[in-house]
C-alpha cells in the first residue's frame, strides 16, 4: 500500500501538506492546483483514502488550551507576564479559539490542584514556566501539544529572547556611555545561584570585553522581590565604593531601585545610571523614565500560539526554538 511520503514525493508537497488535503482540511490556505496534485497522485498511486465528506473534523469548540504563568509575587499583577498573556489570549481571540484555564507554577506545586487542572483532556498548553521535573512530566504526560516561552524545556518548542545578548547590550550602552565601574542586580534561577543566569554571563562578558574588574559586592541577588531589592541597593551605599552605573535585569526591580536610590537622595543619572530589561509599560513613567531593553512580550504570545495551533494542526517537525529581537529604550536614567 502506498504512503503519504510516495504521494508527497510524487506531488512535490510536505506530507502535512498530503495529510489536510486529504482529510478536508481547510485551515491552512492551498491552491487548487496543489490539491489537485495531491489527489492525482494519490489515485495514481492507489492509495485509499476516505472524502472528506466522511471525515469528522475537529471542531475548534473542542480544542482546550490552557496557560501555566510564571509569577513572582504578586500572583497575577506581574506586567512582564500579563503582556505575554495578554498577547496569547489576543492571537487565540483571532484565530477562534479561547483559554479553557489559567494556572501559575505556584499553583500546580499541590499536587491536589495538579491533578484537578489535568483530570479532563486538554489539548495544548501555553507554558510560561520550567516548572520541577516531576511536576513538568506529569503534565507532559497528560497533554499532547505544550509549547514554552522561556523555558529550559528542549523536548517542546520554546519561543524566547536571547538572556545573554540583551545583558550584554546594556552593559555595552552604560560602557559607551562612560561608566568603568559598573554593577548588576538580577534574580537566582531554580538553582538559586545567580553566576549560573545568563543575563549574568552576559553582564560578565561584556564586563571583561571592555577590560573592566567586577567587584563581588556590586553583583546583587534580590531573588525578584521589590523590598529585597530597594534594600540591596541601600545596603551598596553602605560600601566603601559604589559603582557609577547598575544594569537591573527586570524593569520592575530596576523601578525599585530607582525608588531606594531617591529615598537616599541620590541623583539619577548624574550619581548613578540605571538600565533595566523589559519595558514594561509603566517604565516610561517612572522618575527619571527608565531606559531599558524592550523584550517584545505580546509578539512572545502571539509566536506561542501560533506554534501550538501549528502542531494541533499536524506539525510534527523537531522541537523549535524562536529568539525575537529586543529593542534599546534610551531614556532619562543612563
Known amino acids: 500500500m502506498s504512503t503519504l511520503r510516495e504521494i508527497a514525493k510524487l506531488a512535490n508537497v510536505s ?9 478536508g482540511d481547510t485551515t491552512y490556505k492551498m491552491t487548487e492546483d496543489t490539491r489537485q496534485r495531491i489527489f492525482d497522485a ?3 498511486l492507489d492509495y485509499k483514502y476516505r472524502p472528506s465528506s466522511t471525515k469528522k473534523r475537529r471542531n475548534k469548540s473542542d480544542v482546550k488550551i490552557g496557560c501555566i504563568l510564571s509569577v513572582t509575587k504578586d500572583k497575577y499583577n506581574d506586567p512582564y507576564f500579563m503582556s505575554i498573556l495578554s498577547g496569547v ?7 477562534g479559539y479561547e483559554l479553557t484555564f489559567l494556572r501559575t ?5 499541590d499536587e491536589k490542584v495538579l491533578k484537578s487542572t489535568f483530570k479532563n483532556e486538554i489539548t495544548g498548553l501555553i507554558l510560561m514556566e520550567t516548572m520541577k521535573s516531576n511536576t513538568y512530566n506529569y503534565i507532559r504526560e497528560k497533554v499532547p501539544y505544550i509549547v514554552g516561552v522561556d523555558t529550559k524545556r528542549n523536548d517542546i518548542d520554546n519561543v524566547a529572547y536571547d538572556h545573554y545578548d540583551v545583558a550584554a547590550s546594556a552593559v555595552r550602552h552604560l560602557i559607551e556611555k562612560g561608566h568603568t565601574d559598573i554593577g548588576f542586580i538580577g534574580g537566582s534561577g531554580s538553582d538559586r545561584e545567580i553566576k549560573n543566569s545568563m543575563r549574568y554571563r552576559g ?6 570585553a571592555a577590560g573592566y574588574d567586577i567587584r563581588p559586592e556590586w553583583v546583587m541577588d534580590c531573588q525578584w522581590d521589590e523590598t529585597l531589592c ?29 525608588s531606594s536610590l531617591y529615598e537616599i537622595g541620590i541623583k539619577v543619572p548624574q550619581q548613578m545610571a540605571v538600565i533595566g530589561l523589559s519595558n514594561i509599560e509603566m517604565s516610561k513613567y517612572s522618575n527619571p523614565p527608565l531606559t531599558t531593553l524592550e523584550v517584545p512580550t505580546k509578539e512572545l504570545g502571539y509566536a506561542a500560539v501560533d506554534l501550538l495551533l501549528a502542531r ?6 523537531l522541537p523549535k526554538k524562536v529568539i525575537l529581537p529586543t529593542t534599546l529604550i534610551h531614556r532619562s536614567s543612563t
Request: glycine content about 4%; cysteine-free.
Open 15 to 23: 506530507i502535512a501538506s498530503v495529510s489536510r488535503a486529504l482529510n
Open 42 to 44: 494519490a489515485e495514481k
Open 89 to 95: 489570549e489576543a492571537r487565540l481571540s483571532s484565530k
Open 105 to 109: 507554577g505556584g499553583d500546580l506545586e
Open 203 to 208: 553582564y560578565l562578558s561584556a564586563m571583561h
Open 230 to 258: 530597594i534594600d540591596l541597593v541601600k545596603d551598596l551605599y553602605a560600601l566603601p565604593k559604589q559603582p557609577t552605573a547598575i544594569f537591573v535585569a527586570s524593569d520592575l526591580m530596576a523601578m525599585a531601585a530607582l
Open 312 to 317: 494541533i494542526e499536524g506539525d510534527t517537525l
